[in-house]
């Protein structure tokens, strides 16, 4: 946790540098206005951040489209699964058994001489 910490301050120095030496880098952008003077380290910002937020609005209409039987295959995979654990330890069990009833059969002919 401290190194993640460390490494976050390091990043946050990093980048108040870099913003910091490219203040002087200035261009014109347009969003419905024109914004003249705008440092380059801010626009990259703005990009940054308006890719995450595009990002997450496809994000949610992917999943609101995506059909329902993606879930109801996901289930029905989930239960045979369920399925196929319970038949091996039903096996496993009549195995154990199958070998308990041997051994306890071998005894008894010993038991009689």
Request: one cysteine or more.
């Amino acid at each position: 946790m401290i190194v993640t910490l460390i490494l976050i301050l390091l990043i946050v120095v990093f980048m108040a540098f870099f913003i910091g030496m490219n203040l002087s880098n200035v261009c014109t952008f347009w969003f419905f206005k024109t914004y003249t003077e705008l440092p380059v380290a801010v626009l990259a910002l703005i990009a940054f951040g308006a890719g995450i937020i595009f990002a997450l609005l496809f994000i949610l209409v992917a999943k609101m489209k995506a059909p329902p039987s993606d879930a109801e295959a996901r289930a029905q995979k989930k239960l045979e699964k369920k399925a196929k654990a319970e038949e091996k330890l039903r096996l496993a069990k009549e195995k154990q058994a199958e070998k308990e009833a041997k051994k306890v059969k071998d005894r008894k002919p010993e038991a009689e001489k």
